[in-house]
């Protein structure tokens, strides 16, 4: 049942050496590619990689995470204004999607069809993993499954019958994120309050002292997700912009 299914999910990140099927990975994009899309022109592509070479050429790209490896299929989602813009000049209409708002409609498109196809997929029982690696690394990836001007790689998902039952990881409170009419900024309390669960649990002191830090969210701002990386990889991710055709205003 679809509710069970998304109550229960969790990250998949070890792989039993089980192929998947062609069919039933046919039978998922076909799920998948049913998600709502801006104006239905499936402004996306989907790269799927079940080549063990191509794989071994990719995971450098992904830091070596070795889901990349030992997934029996890698999917990586990419916004593509490519074949529409095709498309159009050969039906005499001009394309006028060589910015950044139609990058970022195909990136939503692209997203779109990645959460669902991982949605079908888990309802199917398989386990998937997104590897967020895939917009630091966008121009070696571009390299690799030789993706034209109008295409960017957004993110990958690796894809396989499970060989964990990991534990399902925490979330915050529904009230952290939902707010009712208007938006309801946080203050200090809201603060401490929504963040108490979260910090109270034995794994996250785990975290915390395996990292050599004071608190969680030192870890994410000074291990996980720094500033200079987040800026050099920005850097390199507007250019990924720019060679693809999508920052020419
Ligand atoms: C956009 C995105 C990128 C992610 N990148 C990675 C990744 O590179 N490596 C990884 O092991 N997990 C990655 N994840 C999985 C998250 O770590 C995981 O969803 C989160 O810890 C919550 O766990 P859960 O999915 O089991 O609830 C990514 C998830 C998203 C949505």
Redesign the pocket.
Known sequence: MIRDTLLT?????KYSGKPVDEKLLNEILLKGCRASTTGNMQVYSIVITRDDAKKKELAPF??N?K?ITEAPVVLTFCADFNRFNKWCLERDAEPGYDNFLSFFTAAIDA?LVAQTVCIAAEDDGLGI???????YMAHKIIEALNLPKGVVPV??VTLGWPAEK?E??D?LPLEAVIHHEVYKDYNTKDIDMLYHEKEARVDSKQFIKENGKETLAQVFTDVRYKKTDNVYFSQILLQVLKDQGFMNQ
């Open positions: 999910r969790k990250t998949i990140r992904h830091f995470q889901m997203l993993c997104y590897l967020g690696t895939t917009t993110t990958t990991p399902q990881p979330r």
